[in-house]
């Protein structure tokens, strides 16, 4: 596996794999109209460029060494400042915004590393704490980022279309 940064070359394929793992993961959820409009919102290679051009988010991804294309198969993103800010009492927190594998890919380490080198990106930036959101459904993903000390801090909602899941925001201190 290489880890590496993102580059604006990577947009249509980070696009791709962000639509791609979203829907593995939660794509049941929604009506096809809410998934598709969510999907063309977020997802789509010119808002991944303008991510990744911007000042306000970091990506670091994953590409599968042994594929010759060299396929994205998962990724990481922080968001600075996060949109959290109000849930915590850390002065300069920072957001954890993805961290999402293809599902042929989970439980091999991929997610680990990433979320290492995340808390290491915080700390050396000076933040002070990391938030995410979380479905609050997804207990496999809470576990992880409970391993990691990470607390449940709020309940929060997620928009997907019309429809609004509830999330739980999550904190680790630093």
Same mark, same amino acid.
């Given at each position: 596996m290489i880890y590496r =940064? +993102?580059?604006l070359a990577d947009a249509p394929a980070l696009a791709h794999l962000g639509a791609e793992t979203f829907v593995a993961a939660f794509g049941d959820l929604y009506t096809p109209t809410d !998934? +598709? %409009?969510?999907l063309a919102e977020v997802h789509n290679a010119d808002a991944v460029a303008g991510e990744i051009a911007g000042? =306000?988010?970091t990506h670091r991804l994953v590409e599968d060494a042994n594929d %010759?294309?060299?396929q994205l198969v998962a990724f990481c993103k922080l968001r600075y400042p996060t949109k959290f800010g109000d849930y915590t009492e +850390?002065? %300069?927190? &920072?957001? !954890?915004?993805q961290l999402y594998a293809l599902p042929t890919h989970t439980?091999?380490? &991929?997610? +680990?590393?990433?979320m290492d080198w995340a808390l290491a990106h915080a700390r050396e930036h000076g933040h002070d704490a990391v938030l @995410? =959101?979380?479905y609050a459904e997804n207990f496999g993903a809470q576990r992880f980022y409970q391993r990691y000390g990470f607390a449940k801090i709020a309940d929060i909602t997620f928009k997907v279309g019309d429809h609004y899941d509830p999330e739980? @925001?999550?904190? !680790?201190k630093l």
């Open positions: =940064s +993102a580059t !998934l +598709a %409009n969510f000042d =306000s988010c %010759n294309g060299g +850390a002065k %300069n927190p &920072i957001e !954890l915004g439980g091999h380490g &991929i997610g +680990a590393k990433l @995410l =959101s979380v739980y @925001l999550y904190e !680790l």
